[in-house]
């Protein structure tokens, strides 16, 4: 009954050539554009879809480096790769620039009230990404010369959940 039981569960998870496939074709699946695609990356693996860095670029929040996200909505130490837990199914994402400067400067006071000595930006972008999961994962980025300096992670609605500092290195 063990036997049958491990069998079916083990056929339940994607095979290495689906995993890689998935890989292939998630960004255009999803509609991940650049630059977006530039800084993030959606990873199929065995337990699902995560949310991580793309290469060349590194997460850090609350102390925590080297960070990725899942269906649980809490940062995860990415653990040198290779223990991804948690995976989503996820659905679109959908990013853009934004332009108008009140905006702007509400991106700029939301990073502040979270992180007071960093300087304003002028160039900022808001990228979602819809799923499985209960929620919405919004990212509010904050970039210097087309590259991503801070991000401000929100699970729904900034205004009305906790919002969570995210540092990207390169």
């Not at 050539?17 to 292939?24: D, L, R, T």
């Not at 010369?145 to 290195?169: A, N, R, T």
Request: with cysteine.
């Amino acid at each position: 009954m063990l036997m049958l039981l491990v069998a079916q569960i083990t056929a339940c998870k994607p095979s290495a050539q689906e995993i890689q496939s998935c890989n292939q074709t998630i960004n255009e699946a999803l509609k991940l554009v650049k630059p977006y695609s530039d800084w993030f990356q959606v990873l199929c693996t065995e337990e699902g879809q995560v949310i991580k860095p793309a290469t060349g670029y590194q997460w850090s929040s609350a102390g925590i480096s080297n960070i990725y996200l899942n269906n649980t909505g809490d940062i995860q130490p990415l653990d040198d790769g290779v223990n991804y837990q948690n995976g989503m199914e996820l659905q679109s994402a959908y990013g853009e620039k934004k332009r108008i400067a009140h905006v702007i400067k509400n991106y700029n006071d939301m990073l502040h009230k979270l992180k007071p000595d960093v300087p304003e930006y002028d160039e900022v972008h808001s990228l979602g990404f819809r799923g499985n999961m209960p929620f919405t994962y919004n990212f509010f980025i904050l970039a210097k010369d087309s590259q991503p300096e801070y991000m401000v992670l929100c699970q729904e609605q900034c205004h009305i959940g906790e919002q969570v500092l995210i540092e990207v290195k390169r």
